[in-house]
């Protein structure tokens, strides 16, 4: 059980059109999902929280107009990256976490590359 | 600000070697400490986590890893890697006052060689 999964896995899209990335909690309701976003060989950072039905919070310096989040289920939770340039080329991960848990699942990632 | 420190960024073992990774924490609080794995190509995957209890804790895999609060520490051991525990090892702790929020430590990168 608890596995999340994340489309597409990998995107490539030219520079200054918008990607987005779906999160889906497969076999459970996650009330809270979370976005993050891995540089190579480096740690998860966090971008932002999404609760389902309501707007997400954001990390200090993610743009929320550039990176949109929408959680309107307790199974899918989308990020949206607006006007991609290069160096929004990264990993994205999303985790979800069932309501009073603290444990996260991961999602398998989505390998976003701007041209 | 609550922070997570992995001491070893980069650690090349030998199979049947014995391993210890470092993980070290700040927050006075009540914390939820955990290790997660992510073999190449892979997504996370949780190796074991403390919440309560004994501060001995085991994981998957043959790996445990101790609690010491008075250390804020909770390093990740394993008495005899194989090459298959080839990965990247990232130390996260949740904290009371973290909203909901784990914070990850930088990441270790153990590459054993057959």
């Known amino acids: 059980g608890a596995v999340v999964s994340q489309h597409p896995s990998r995107v490539i899209c030219k520079s200054g059109t918008s990607v987005k990335i779906e999160c889906r909690s497969l076999?459970?309701?996650?009330?809270?999902m979370f976005w993050y976003r891995q540089f190579p060989k480096q740690s998860l950072m966090l971008m932002a929280t999404?609760?389902?039905?309501?707007?997400?919070?954001?990390e200090q310096g993610v743009e929320k107009d550039k990176f949109l989040i929408n959680h309107a289920s307790l199974t899918l939770s989308t990020l949206t990256v607006t006007s991609a340039h290069p160096e929004d080329s990264s990993f994205y991960i999303c985790?979800?976490?069932?309501?009073?848990?603290?444990?996260?699942?991961f999602g398998p990632g989505t390998r976003l590359t701007v041209t | 600000a609550q922070s997570v420190s992995q001491h070893n960024h980069h650690v090349i073992l030998s199979e049947a070697a014995s391993l210890e990774l470092g993980c070290n924490y700040s927050?006075?609080?009540?914390?939820?400490l955990f290790w997660y794995v992510q073999y190449p190509g892979q997504h996370l995957q949780l190796l074991l986590k403390?919440?309560?209890?004994?501060?001995l804790v085991k994981g998957i895999k043959g790996f445990e890893a101790e609690f010491i609060k008075s250390k804020f520490s909770f390093n990740l051991r394993k008495p005899s890697v194989q090459w298959s525990d080839t990965a990247e090892y990232f130390c996260?702790?949740?904290?009371?006052?973290?909203?909901?929020?784990?914070?990850f430590g930088q990441g270790t990168t153990l590459q054993v060689k057959p």
């Open positions: 076999d459970f309701q996650a009330t809270t």
């Open positions: 403390y919440f309560s209890g004994d501060p």
């Open positions: 999404s609760n389902e039905g309501s707007k997400a919070t954001y």
């Open positions: 985790s979800a976490r069932l309501a009073g848990w603290y444990e996260q699942y």
């Open positions: 927050y006075g609080g009540t914390v939820n």
């Open positions: 996260a702790v949740y904290g009371s006052s973290n909203t909901g929020k784990l914070i």
